[in-house]
């Protein structure tokens, strides 16, 4: 059952494992997530989030800094698009997390069907530090799906996690 | 001689690219390879509208032709970047000489400088009819309570999402709607003394908005773009507090008020209007291309910021 912060929504997977859905903003009061890590370590699953303004930034960075006071480390995974977009436009919201996997955007040539795709960070490390985008496969032509942003762009929070 | 538009360019392509543009106006088109020239020209004509190479006018003839052109009573000045704004925009804050500043990154499309100079020419500086095709469906709405920003934001995104547009392009007006309309509920208001008296307040406080606190909201879309356009009734954001918010290379540091929203809008779109009439009202435009995917775009917003003549 998700419980309510707000409009933001917060799931236990498991001890330590929360899935963020929802809006970050003015009512979601992220500082308290971090009292749920279990032996310093808190995961983070962000496929959920589908908006984060400014006054969820601040709380953002609020988080981050009360995990770094607290000595949690934060693993951020399935981090969705609009959080990346935050991450890439203010340096402070990555704080001193990691980043397991997170969501990108492709686009198909030949069907021109355009998708939001997971993609593996850890697995992928190498590709990534040199800004190449894993390659992906179109799930309705089997065409192979182009990177549809600029990868030196989209990729740059990766830089500092 | 009457009033003209000064295009001061060294490269003659531009020159006459920017020319072709603006001739349509029925104004007459000054053109001078440098600052020294255009000075030499100021002394002697009153442009309504300046056109100015980027390069040029961040070197240190800048305040001579500034001051040229101010006592040449010109209201405007283009400057056209050749690349991202990014690392040129703490240097275009100096450029305070004339009241409006427009700044775009090259190529300039040919619409957006059409429009400007109307907007310059004719006096008529509000309204996001002015971007959009004949014919596009506007939509409008008041905030009557700040409660409702929230609901809103979120109806935006369904309603662009229904009308084929990406997630992604949902997700960015999103963003700039709701920074728009924090800004103008709680940074716009302020009292006698001039003090913003709800910008500290919790944004999750509900307040009702009477007449003058009331914030008006349009969007439209016609398949160039996708724009947003939120109006206050205080006219109390100013272009320092505009240019010092995109002048900021990390957002955090916009601090309170009415930087970071600013800030977050204008690199979450793809052209930001700023429309002022001090102590009146303050309009924001957005405009996001819907056009091309993210892939095929400058990575470059533009901003243009009008304040309206007084009478």
């Known amino acids: 059952m998700p419980e309510a912060h707000g409009r933001m929504t917060v799931v236990t997977e498991r001890a330590g494992v929360l899935q963020i859905g929802g809006a970050l903003d003015e009512t979601s009061g992220l500082v308290e997530l971090v009292g749920r890590a279990v032996e310093h370590e808190l995961v983070l699953d962000l496929g959920g989030v589908t908006f984060i303004n400014s006054l969820g930034v601040r709380d953002w960075i609020r988080m981050q800094a009360a995990a770094t006071k607290a000595g949690v480390h934060l693993e951020m995974r399935k981090v969705s698009e609009p959080v990346v977009h935050q991450l890439n436009m203010i340096v402070a919201t990555r704080g001193t997390g990691s980043v397991s996997s997170f969501y990108a955007p492709y686009a198909c040539d030949a069907c021109g069907r355009e998708e939001s795709r997971l993609i593996d960070a850890v697995a992928n490390a190498a590709a990534l530090q040199k800004m190449e985008a894993p390659p992906m496969v179109c799930p309705e032509c089997s065409q192979p799906m182009a990177f549809n942003d600029f990868p030196e762009r989209f990729f740059s929070f990766l830089a500092t996690s | ?311």
Request: with cysteine; proline share 5%.
């Open chain 2, 1 to 311: 001689m009457g009033a003209s538009i000064l295009i001061v360019h060294p490269d003659r392509k531009t020159q006459r690219a920017v020319q072709r543009i603006l001739g349509v106006t029925g104004y007459r088109i000054d053109i001078a390879d440098d600052l020294d020239q255009a000075i030499r020209l100021l002394a002697h004509a009153q442009p309504v509208l300046i056109v100015v190479d980027g390069a040029s006018v961040l070197g240190p003839q800048a305040g001579p032709f500034l001051a040229a052109a101010k006592a040449a009573g010109t209201e405007a000045c283009m400057t056209l970047l050749g690349g991202p704004l990014g690392d040129q925009v703490p240097k275009l804050l100096g450029l305070g000489a004339v009241t409006n500043l427009l700044v775009h990154p090259m190529p300039v499309l040919a619409e957006e400088l059409t429009i400007t100079a109307h907007k310059l020419i004719r006096g008529d500086l509000f309204g996001l009819e002015k971007y959009l095709l004949w014919g596009t469906e506007l939509h409008a709405l008041t905030l009557t309570r700040a409660s409702q920003r929230a609901d809103q934001v979120a109806r935006l995104a369904e309603q662009v999402r229904s009308l084929g547009q990406s997630a992604r392009v949902a997700s960015m007006a999103m963003l700039v709607t709701d920074e728009l309309l924090s800004n103008a509920v709680h940074n716009a208001p302020v009292d006698a003394a001039g003090e913003h008296y709800r910008k500290d307040l919790p944004r999750d406080r509900e307040l009702e908005l009477d007449a003058q606190h009331q914030v008006h909201m349009r969007w439209g879309c016609d398949a160039r773009y996708l724009a947003i356009e939120v109006t206050d009734a205080w006219g109390t954001l100013d272009r320092d507090t505009i240019l010092g918010a995109l002048a900021k290379t990390d957002v955090r540091d916009s601090g309170g008020g009415a930087g970071m929203g600013v800030a977050l809008a204008y690199r979450s779109c793809d052209h930001l209007v700023f429309n002022l009439a001090p102590g009146q009202r303050t309009q924001v435009i957005a405009m996001i291309d819907v056009r091309y995917p993210p892939a095929e775009r400058v990575p470059a917003s533009s901003y243009n910021i009008f304040v309206e003549r007084t009478p």
